[in-house]
């Protein structure tokens, strides 16, 4: 496989439950980003990883918590969420977080939160 | 406040003929700008871009233009095909050599070529 890789393709949840988002990068990049795209609205950055380090957190709620293990992987975990939530999220990499790269998308997670 | 606008929704082209899509941003600071391309159930992927030294870059079909005075810029696909059908985004970054999280989206334009 190569590129960016985002899995579940699909979820729904609950507003009590506990769900976590996965995405993993095939391109040796050192940055890794987390975009919400709700309807009608432009894609917002939530979180940017820069070498496993969080260098942005863009005004996020708590219920929504990242994690980056390693320059490879990162996760979006979710809780008590609304449905306003419901959105797609992508998981993006770029070389490194500086100057004008380009971002390399995954397929994104389209998520429902009844 | 949106900074990076698309103020057109939707555009439709017949095949072969020219597809314009037109971008606006209001931030003063912004430097750098690209196009992405988005089909349905895919994420987006890098088009072309631009940086502000120059008012033209041109990838084949694909060329766009800045227009820095006016802060517009435009997507030009010459000819258009049915496979160029997608939703289309403008994107910004303020400062070359600056963080690229940054970026800046606009709402996304999707053009339908119709064969």
């Known amino acids: 496989e190569t590129g960016v890789t985002q899995t579940p393709r699909h979820l729904v949840m609950g507003m009590t439950n506990k769900k976590s988002l996965k995405c993993e990068q095939h391109?040796?990049?050192?940055?890794m980003y987390w975009y919400k795209q709700s309807a009608k609205k432009p894609l917002e950055l939530m979180f940017v990883?820069?070498?496993?380090?969080?260098?942005e957190n863009n005004s996020v709620p708590s219920r929504f918590s990242p994690e980056c293990p390693n320059s490879s992987h990162l996760f979006l975990h979710l809780h008590t969420l609304q449905p306003e939530d419901s959105a797609l999220y992508l998981c993006?990499?770029?070389?490194?977080?500086?100057?004008?790269?380009?971002?390399?998308f995954g397929s994104g997670t389209q998520l429902s939160v009844l | 406040d949106q900074q990076v606008k698309q103020n057109s929704p939707s555009l439709s082209v017949q095949e072969g003929r020219i597809s314009i899509l037109n971008c606006d941003y209001t931030?003063?600071?912004?430097?750098?700008f690209l196009w992405y391309k988005k089909y349905p159930a895919e994420g987006p992927t890098f088009l072309i871009s631009?940086?502000?030294?120059?008012d033209k870059n041109e990838d084949g079909r694909f060329t766009v233009f800045l227009n820095k005075s006016a802060k517009h810029l435009s997507l030009h696909i010459v000819p258009s095909q049915p496979g160029d059908s997608a939703v289309y985004f403008c994107?910004?970054?303020?400062?070359?050599?600056?963080?690229?999280?940054?970026?800046?989206f606009g709402k996304g334009t999707l053009l339908t070529v119709n064969p």
């Open positions: 993006a990499s770029s070389q490194d977080n500086r100057g004008n790269e380009k971002l390399f």
């Open positions: 391109l040796g990049h050192n940055a």
């Open positions: 990883y820069s070498l496993e380090e969080r260098v």
């Open positions: 931030n003063s600071m912004f430097d750098y």
């Open positions: 631009i940086s502000s030294i120059k």
């Open positions: 994107a910004a970054s303020p400062n070359s050599g600056g963080s690229n999280y940054k970026l800046t």
